[in-house]
């Protein structure tokens, strides 16, 4: 669908709100933007030219596993071969690196049996296809800034910056990676003597890539959101009020806090220690099926861990070699998981899987330094053997593929798809996921519980209609409606109205934001339904659908509470959006 949209010149989806909606779409002043990157869209839109669109759909995703695949075979490799103790040859390092790297990157180390809704391969539809996509940009990437920083070879290592640069087109995730890389990169050139003496004016230019790819990336969200650091994410339309409170709510420094400790100890601690440590009661993140708990799950792994920091150590006294690789994948390592539990909304498989692949090889860099690649090589091979049976039946259960559509245009010069994917036989992990809705619904001008026709769930979030004429609403919510014309009004100006709102159990005040910016803020009690107007100086002059972001507050603060309330937060008869 991007990759129509760009071979047709413009980055916004087609067709647009009036004939469609998309899951997990970002709606922005009327257009459609997946927050997803571009990157691999723009390769499906120029190669589909070529080859037509399903030859380049397969070839697209067969390109991005490779490279994923090969370069953790490479790096395996780096790792073994930095080994000075070990005299094997490099024929039997390769087959040992391919041997590794195929079973760390297709046995994961979890039980089938207690995750097998959420098997990482089994849903490979786009989320999951997003993170291997970007992985295998990133780690080109490491393995180049490893080798480049090795040889002294600054070729090398602008090389290792532009791939990374290209991964934070696929995943905003390692937009900071990238930028670190280019700083490291940069710092290198201009401190080190022997990398001055190497370079030349063409060197400088070829710096100026990854340079310009980071500016693009910027400029692409500014174009698209007007905000060069905004990727979509909280202007994503999830459907349910869980997953847009989680992105959208404005929480306490105390319960960002807590969310990251959550994320942490809910990526590799245990369920016993979270609810010891009471952070998920005080954190506002959930967590998608069941926590993935790492070393809960593997304890093994946990116990090779003190073993990782000594080989770190040792690295460091008699091994520079082996200790620059465990630089470059610890700080990779530390940055992606350092996102992932600040920024990721919850706590998902998927996310996961991103931080665990780093954190992998670094275990393996650590374990090589410290016991020799001798020893290293066949325990992580035992250990990771215990999980071939379940990921092979998981395998067999479940066979991962692409969701293809066909574009079909008609003479109005209008654009449908259609799902052609066929299923080979029936998946124990994958759901049916809609993910184009084409009888679209808009509110027009008005929400109201008279007219329940016009709810649907991605028009209206966190908001319930009841029979007796009143709306009840989340302490979040959103509703996605079109302003109606209003003669009277004075030019650029527009008309809020809520209709008899008050709060169900305490007092509070409402805050309303459109889009991105807040319009509105008055206070509600429970005793008293009011009526509130308030005319806004936003000039509103198309008739597209906007998002009414709704926050209450209790009273006496700006943040949101870490949990959601099972009672209501307030409710209202009618909601009224006028333009001049």
Known sequence: ???????????????????????????????????????PSALHAFLSTLTGW??????????????????????????????KRSSSSNGFITCAAIILAWILIFSLPFPYNVYKNQWFFGRFVIYEQQIIFGLSLALPGLFFLIRGHIKNNPVLLIEGACFLAAAAWVRGTWFVLAFLAILFIFGEFIMKKNFRSLLNWTHYVFMMIPVFLMCGLLVLNFIRFDDMFDFGMKLQNPMYAIYLRNQNGLFSPETQFFDTIFKMLAYYASPALIQMSGVWEKSASWCEYELPCL??????????????????????????????IIVFLGVAALVINGVIFYVGNIVTMRYFVECYYLAILLLFAGLTAALSVKISFPLLVLIFSFYLPGNITAFTENQPELRLIKIVENKANLVDYENISQKRRTSTVQTKTDFMYKDVRWHEGIVTASQPETFTKY???????????????????????????????????????????????????????????????????QSEARTYQAAINYDLKDDVPRRLLIYFFEENTSYLPAKQSILPAFLFDKISFLRS
């Open 295 to 324: 070393f809960h799950n593997n304890r093994m792994l946990l116990l090779l861990v003190p073993v990782m920091l000594y080989g770190i150590y040792r690295a460091f006294c008699v091994n520079r070699k082996m200790f620059k």
């Open 459 to 525: 028009n209206t979030i966190g908001m319930s209609p009841l029979k007796n004429g009143t709306i009840v609403a989340n302490d979040l919510s959103a509703v996605y409606i079109k302003p109606q014309k209003m003669k009277g009004l004075l030019a650029n100006k527009s008309l809020l109205e809520f209709v008899n709102i008050k709060s169900v159990s305490k007092p509070g005040r409402i805050k309303v934001y459109i889009d991105k910016t807040a319009i509105a803020e008055f206070p509600i009690v």
């Open 54 to 83: 399903t030859i380049s759909n397969y070839i697209i995703v067969s390109l991005f596993l490779f490279l994923f695949v090969y370069y953790f075979q490479r790096i395996i490799f780096e790792i073994m071969n930095a080994d």
């Open 1 to 39: 669908m991007q990759a129509y949209a760009l071979r047709k010149g413009q980055i916004a989806l087609i067709p647009d709100y009036q004939h469609l909606f998309y899951s997990d779409v970002s709606l922005y002043k009327g257009n459609y933007y997946f927050y997803w990157g571009i990157l």
